[in-house]
């Protein structure tokens, strides 16, 4: 028996599965900014530490600023997907009171 009423608009509730996917997709992209270095040089030490790739200072420069501008573009992303979907709840609701 399921105790979720379908959604008017056909959407299906989605499972764990999806769910976790779709918080590491805010997660990851959070741990990423908090961690991130402020300098490119800390950036350069990390990468050869862990990986053993040894980078330039401009490359790891460049890599900081991507990093960055990619998370906070999946950041917005995903922020974008909540503000849509509340919106169409809004509107299907006042829609059914109408």
Do not use: E, Y
């Amino acid at each position: 028996m399921n105790a979720d009423p379908p959604c008017p608009c056909g959407a299906r509730r989605a499972g764990k599965l999806p769910r976790a996917a779709h918080a590491s997709g805010w997660f990851l992209p959070g741990a990423i900014l908090l961690l991130m270095p402020k300098c490119p040089a800390c950036l350069a030490v990390w990468l050869a530490a862990g990986t053993g790739i040894g980078v330039s200072l401009t490359a790891a420069a460049w890599l900081r600023t991507g990093l960055i501008l990619f998370c906070t573009g999946a950041l917005l992303l995903l922020t974008l997907g909540i503000v849509r979907r509340f919106r169409h709840q809004a509107l299907t609701t006042a829609r059914r009171s109408n």
